[in-house]
């Protein structure tokens, strides 16, 4: 079986058409979706029909579809230009998209697989915490009883390992840099009309913390969508940068009125 674990789309259709058609050719069987299919930018209809047509195992709710769902227009945290969005999004949407967004859970254990989905954290589901180091994901494995469990919400992607027999003096738990990192660069913006691939082998007697990235809006430098698949008989998890019509999703958000900014940081993937 293939699993294909996506994240953060936020309204990129045109990332989301790029990131499934590499799906069908990687023969993908089943979807987990981690949060945030709207928000940010012009296309929240389209993603919303696409994704509840996939075979999907686990759908949980990020922090952009609980505000785009609820009603709620102060968003104490947000920032304007995400405020802004979300405002245009909760207008947009239809009566039964919004239904459908605020029944969504916020975290999932999906049956018959070794896979958590959160979009957040899993010690604080609801209040859209980050994990951006290892005392955040020593957190989060205090409450993961499978041995993957996947997140979004920062758009950065990351992972921790957790060795279930450490040794004495050990850390039990380690950042694995190969996930994240970006050898051709050094902090400087990736370019490349290449897929780029980063294989992580699943082992037994660890656990593992795993942020897939964003379909929809990258944060780290690199403006290719970003998605993971991971294979049962290889135990791999793949993690897949791909290139996608960045121009006509900007389009698409200054003809909505929303603001430039949206549109302008998706080429430098921050």
């Not at 947000?78 to 919004?98: C, G, I, M, Y």
């Not at 605020?102 to 999932?108: A, E, G, T």
């Not at 050990?170 to 051709?184: A, Y």
Request: glycine residues 6%.
């Amino acid at each position: 079986m293939k699993y294909a674990i996506l994240s953060d789309i936020h309204a990129n259709l045109e990332a989301l058409e790029t990131v499934l058609a590499r799906c069908r050719e990687l023969a993908v069987d089943s979807y987990l979706s981690l949060g945030d299919i709207v928000g940010y930018n012009a296309s929240p209809h389209e993603c919303l029909k696409i994704m509840r047509s996939l075979p999907i195992v686990a759908l949980v709710k990020g922090n952009h579809d609980e505000y785009a769902s609820n009603g709620d227009t102060v968003m104490a945290g947000f920032n304007p230009h995400a405020k802004s969005a979300v405002l245009w999004t909760q207008n947009t949407l239809s009566d039964e998209e919004r239904a459908f967004l605020r029944d969504l859970p916020y975290k999932m254990q999906v049956r018959g697989t070794p896979f958590t989905a959160v979009h957040a954290s899993l010690d604080s589901p609801s209040e859209w915490g980050y994990i951006f180091d290892i005392h955040q994901a020593m957190d989060n494995f205090s409450y993961q009883y499978t041995q993957i469990c996947f997140c979004g919400h920062s758009h950065v992607p990351i992972a921790y390992c957790k060795k279930m027999l450490a040794r004495p003096g050990e850390m039990p738990v380690d950042e694995l840099k190969l996930w994240s990192v970006k050898p051709d660069e050094e902090g400087m913006m990736f370019r490349s009309d290449e897929a780029d691939e980063i294989v992580l082998p699943i082992q037994p007697g660890c656990k593992y913390l795993i942020n897939v990235g964003s379909v929809g809006q990258p944060r780290n430098r690199d403006p290719r969508a970003t998605f993971a698949v991971y294979d049962t008989d290889q135990r791999t998890l793949t993690r897949y940068r791909l290139p996608y019509d960045i121009a006509g999703t900007q389009e698409k958000i200054r003809s909505a009125g929303l603001p430039e900014c949206l549109a302008t940081r998706l080429e430098h993937g921050m």
